[in-house]
Structure formats: C-alpha cells, structure tokens
C-alpha cells in the first residue's frame, strides 16, 4: 500500500512539473511574440519619423534660405518707377519643390505726360534642385523668344533674358543656381528709369 502511494505521489510530482513546463514555455513564447511585435512597431515608428524628418529638412532648407520680401522692397520700386508708389499685393507659397514669394508696387497717382499708372511685378522662385530651376527659366524663355524685343543677357546670373516693346513694358528674368526671378514694369510712363530696372535687377541677382 505504501509502495502504491509513494509511485502515485511520483507520478503526481512529474505531471505537475510537466504542467508547470508547459506554462512557463507558453508564458517565455508569449513574452518573446510581444517583444517582437514592439519591436516592428517601434520600427514602423521610426521610419515615420525618419520620413518625417527627410520631408522637414527640405521644407526648412527653403525657409531657412534667402526671403524673396527681403530682395526687392518699395524704396527698389520708386526708384524704378520715378515716383511714390505703395504695395499693392504680396504673397508667398511654399512645397517639398519650391519656395515662391511674389509682390507688386503701383504708382501713387496717374503720369500726367503719359496718362499711365505705372506698376511693377516681382517673382521670387528658389527651387530645390538646379534642373527645376533651369527647367523653368527654359519653358518661359522658350514661350517667348519669338517675340521681338528680347535680349539674351550674360553679365547677369548664370542665365538671363530682357524683353520690352519700349512702349509699354520691361521684363528681366534671371536664374542664378537653383533661384529664379524675373521683374515686370507694367506701363511705361514718363518717369520709369530703365537703367533703375537693369541695376535693380543686377543687384538683386548678385545677392542670390
């Protein structure tokens, strides 16, 4: 009888332990699948934050660069234009290509000689990359190099262009690495200064 109890109490013993076995072997499996999956979710974490960051460092290399509102103020605009004039508009855009700041000045009153309101445009592009850059000055460049009054220009940027009809307008576009900008006086009167307009425009380009 004891022998019988002693062979039940060992057999008892080893199924226990076989128990205990297979729940410290599930509980060790459970514990290395949650490492696991914590593990691919911090590494999907990560990767949105290293894309995150790739995507931020472009926009703040295009903010942190040269503003186009510091390059050409309304004292440039008088100057060009002959006479008091005011801002008329401004507004600026930023993506993961390009960084664009655009304004425009209008004259405080009407040129008696030539009954014209002068006004004047600005465009301020800078790209991320030289191609964007060059692709763009090209396509405009391209649309109007049929036209008479264009002048390729080479003591300006790394490419230039000048375009008027003496009557009614002047433009200038230039690009200068990844950074384009051009200028439009819109109505010529009796006060614009052309030789304001190109020295702006040499000045402007220079500070790129």
Not at 70 to 83: D, V, W
Not at 96 to 117: E, L, P, R
């Amino acid at each position: 009888m004891t022998e019988r109890r002693t062979t039940q109490k060992i057999l008892k013993n080893t199924t226990m332990r076989k128990i205990f076995c297979l729940i410290i072997g599930t509980l060790t499996q459970l514990g290395c699948d949650q490492l696991t999956t914590s593990g691919n979710n911090n590494d999907h974490q990560n990767y949105g934050q290293k894309a995150d960051t790739v995507t931020n460092v472009k926009v703040n290399q295009l903010q942190s660069s040269i503003h186009g509102n510091n390059l050409f103020k309304l004292s440039q605009a008088e100057k060009i234009l002959g006479e008091p004039a005011y801002l008329k508009d401004s507004a600026s855009s930023i993506n993961a290509d390009v960084s664009i700041y655009s304004c425009s000045f209008m004259a405080d009153s009407t040129d008696q000689k030539s009954g014209k309101k002068g006004a004047i445009y600005f465009l301020f592009e800078q790209y991320n990359q030289v191609v964007s850059a060059k692709k763009k000055y090209s396509f405009i460049k391209t649309a109007n190099e049929n036209h008479e009054g264009i002048k390729v220009l080479h003591d300006i940027g790394d490419e230039a262009y000048f375009h008027s009809d003496n009557q009614n307008f002047y433009f200038i576009m230039v690009r200068k690495g990844a950074k384009v900008f051009n200028m439009k006086v819109n109505k010529i009167t009796s006060k614009t200064s052309l030789d304001e307009f190109s020295s702006i425009a040499k000045n402007i380009a220079d500070a790129l």
